[in-house]
């Protein structure tokens, strides 16, 4: 059974910084892609970033490039979203996702977490 199990989101004030981490489980963690998308409330999920198998391609949204970092350890089957700089805009669910290839497409992502909640206000 595959498990994604999002960690690390919190209350933060603007201009703080977080670290999300996102444990994988039952499967070949370094075979996938991995996603980050966040979810406000009453908005739809949109993306903010995406890791490549090997971790050595990112790609980010507009509104979080050059604050949010995504990385990855294989050995460990986890993946990381460093973001800095927050703002209240970012305060959403954050979810991790995976892939079987490099995507910015929520359908393209075959498994799910279930979410961690950033809260960015002071």
């Known amino acids: 059974q595959v498990r994604l199990v999002e960690s690390g989101g919190g209350l933060v004030l603007p201009g703080g910084s977080l670290r999300l981490s996102c444990a994988a489980s039952?499967?070949?963690?370094?075979?996938?892609?991995m996603g980050w998308f966040r979810q406000a409330p009453g908005q739809e999920r949109e993306f903010v970033a995406t890791?490549?198998?090997?971790?050595?391609?990112?790609y980010y949204a507009g509104s979080v490039k050059s604050r949010f970092t995504a990385s990855r350890d294989n050995a460990e089957n986890t993946v990381y979203l460093q973001m800095d700089s927050l703002k209240p805009d970012d305060t959403a669910v954050y979810h991790c996702?995976?892939?079987?290839?490099?995507?910015?497409?929520?359908?393209?992502?075959?498994?799910w977490g279930q979410g961690t909640q950033v809260i960015v206000s002071s």
């Open positions: 039952g499967l070949t963690f370094s075979t996938f892609a």
């Open positions: 890791i490549s198998r090997s971790g050595g391609s990112t």
């Open positions: 996702a995976a892939a079987p290839g490099i995507s910015t497409a929520a359908y393209d992502y075959r498994y």
